[in-house]
Structures are given as structure tokens and as C-alpha cells.
């Protein structure tokens, strides 16, 4: 038996942290003395304790590492490990189009002396946004689900026979933006208008492009909304993007193209 101390160094864990997870029933020592209260773990308890710290470091919170401990389906484990890789990678893409957005961001202040003037360079104009016959899904959804809800549409497409037109695109109805749970509907262009769930009609919109990726759109968003309210227009429908160049394209993430429209009338 190893007491707690002992156990502490080799895991290279503090006592802090064990008895924590002792009350999250993540690692319960293998014996306790009724009358010191010492802790004491048998050596098998070992890689008990490097299996949850791997299991930390590859971003698995202690809920999930709770969850995970208590499954035995080796397919299931396996499934979430590739989640867990498929979502690390995607934030790795992220930290990289940041990184190369920061640098520029530095390049621009240095020859320009304005911070903000980065943030200016998109141009708006009036423009009357395409018909589109859609296949669409509408729902309470985070940011990182939209993968998921696309994946539900083109499972349809040989399903149910149509032609992907190759644009595809998310509309958004709720008025306020929360990242985690929003009123969004993705959609793809289809050529089969007999088959859609609806069309999108044509509308005047204000638009622009934003090049890079999908952190800083906000940025275009802040510049169209300037642009309606400068020029005498208002909002008449909802904000919907058309993602026309993406990481499907195998292009880095400085390199997508995201069209950004607002339907909007004169005032």
C-alpha cells in the first residue's frame, strides 16, 4: 500500500488534487484508517491515475473524464477519443488563423499607426441576393454544432436525389448572438426547386466579403450594420452568410471567403 504522500509523487499529482477526486468518486483511495484518516492507494491504482491526467491533457473535462472511467464499449471510447481529436484539430486551425490574423494585424499597425484600421478594410455594397432552392435545417444550435446539422443535410442528398449547387450557407433569426445555443438555419443550394424545402427568394441586401476565418466575422457584421445605418436603410429580414471559399476547398483559413448579407429597404 502507498500512503497518500507517496502516491502524490510518483502520479507527480498534489494531495490537494486526490482528495478532490476522491470526492468526485474519480479515484477513491483503496483503504482509509478509521482513526488517522490517513489515505492509502495500492500500486495498481497507478495507471488508474495516468489515465485520467492523459485524459486532462487531451482537454476531456473532469465531468467527461467521470463519464468516461465508467464506460467499458471499447467502440464507445474509441468514438469519443476521435471526437476529442477531431475537435482539437479544429481549434488548432483556429489558433493558427488567429496567429496569422495577429501578425498581419502587427504589420498594419506598424506602417499605419492605427489599431483600428485593420478592421475597415471591407467594402459594402447593395446587392440583390440570389433565389435558392434549399434543403434546410433550422434549430437551437451552437457554433460547434453546425457540422453536425450539416452532416443531417448532405446525408439527404443522394437520399433524396438532388443536385448540391455548391452553395450553402446559415441564416440567422435570433436577435441577440449566443454562441452556445442561437435560432440558426443552415442550409445547401440544391438544383431541384420540386425537391426543396423551401426557396429563398431574391432581396435587396447590403453585403460584403470576409476573407479568413469564421472568429472575426463579427467584424464584417459590425461594418455592413454601420454601413445601413449611415446610408438611411434599415433591416428587413434575416442576416444569412454564404460560405464561398472553405477549409473543403483545402485552403488555409486566411484564405476562405465568406459572403455576408443583410436584407434591408430605405427607411
Not at 124 to 138: H, S
Request: aromatic share 10%; charged share 30%; net charge negative.
Amino acid at each position: 500500500m502507498l500512503q497518500i504522500g507517496e502516491f502524490s509523487k510518483i502520479c507527480q499529482v498534489s494531495i490537494k488534487t486526490l482528495r478532490h477526486y476522491d470526492k468526485l468518486g474519480l479515484l477513491t483511495p483503496a483503504e482509509v484508517d478509521r482513526f488517522t484518516g490517513y489515505r492509502y492507494y495500492l500500486p495498481e491504482q497507478i495507471d488508474k491515475m495516468n489515465y485520467i491526467q492523459r485524459l486532462k491533457r487531451y482537454g476531456f473535462s473532469l465531468e467527461e473524464v467521470q463519464r468516461l472511467l465508467a464506460v467499458t464499449d471499447g467502440a464507445e471510447l474509441l468514438a469519443a477519443l476521435r471526437r476529442q481529436r477531431d475537435r482539437l484539430k479544429m481549434e488548432q486551425q483556429e489558433t493558427a488563423a488567429i496567429l496569422s490574423e495577429l501578425q498581419t494585424h502587427i504589420s498594419v499597425f506598424e506602417r499605419t499607426g492605427d489599431i483600428m484600421t485593420y478592421q475597415k478594410n471591407y467594402s459594402i455594397e447593395l446587392r440583390r441576393a440570389p433565389a435558392m432552392n434549399v434543403l434546410a435545417k433550422r434549430a437551437m444550435m451552437g457554433v460547434d454544432e453546425f457540422g453536425k446539422y450539416y452532416g443531417m443535410l448532405f446525408e439527404r442528398v443522394p437520399q433524396e436525389r438532388v443536385t448540391p449547387t455548391g452553395l450553402n450557407g446559415a441564416r440567422y433569426h435570433d436577435e441577440e448572438f449566443d454562441r452556445n445555443a442561437s435560432d440558426v438555419e443552415v442550409f445547401i443550394g440544391i438544383k431541384e426547386r420540386e425537391k426543396a424545402d423551401m426557396v429563398m427568394e431574391p432581396c435587396e441586401c447590403a453585403m460584403t466579403v470576409h476573407r479568413g476565418g469564421y472568429s472575426t466575422l463579427s467584424e464584417a457584421y459590425g461594418a455592413v450594420v454601420s454601413w445601413i445605418i449611415e446610408n438611411g436603410y434599415v433591416i428587413a429580414g434575416a442576416p444569412f452568410d454564404l460560405y464561398i471559399k472553405t477549409q473543403f476547398d483545402s485552403l488555409a483559413p486566411e484564405d476562405w471567403e465568406t459572403e455576408v448579407y443583410f436584407p434591408v429597404r430605405k427607411k
